[in-house]
Nanobody
């Protein structure tokens, strides 16, 4: 059984921080690029960050300087550190696995999502 599971979401005040985790079971994440996506109610899903198997990263402009994607292959986990949270960051956050080593092509395996809510 191949699974990825997100965790770490919650309710935080503006300016707060969260670290989201994407843990895999049934396969190794190391050979694959991993992306983080988010979807807010009534809005389209957007890719916020991606990390290649070699550790290269990219970010959507709106989160640069606040979000950091990383991976720990020994723990079979990818993280998204989110700092200086803003209300517009409120969304369900998903991780997804690319069938390849770089952040191109299709994301084939998706987690169930974790809710991030930013409110005062």
């Amino acid at each position: 059984q191949l699974l990825v599971v997100e965790s770490g979401g919650g309710l935080v005040h503006p300016g707060g921080s969260l670290r989201l985790s994407c843990a895999a079971s049934g396969f190794h994440l190391a050979p694959y690029a991993i992306g983080w996506f988010r979807q807010a109610p009534g809005k389209e899903r957007e890719e916020v960050s991606c990390i290649s198997s070699g550790g290269g990263t990219n970010y959507v402009d709106s989160v640069k300087g606040r979000f950091t994607i990383s991976r720990d292959n020994a723990k079979n986990t990818v993280y998204l550190q989110i700092n200086n949270l803003k209300p517009e960051d409120t969304a369900v956050y998903y991780c997804a696995v690319v069938s390849g080593s770089v952040c191109d092509g299709d994301f084939d395996y998706w987690g169930q999502g974790t809710q991030v809510t930013v409110s005062s």
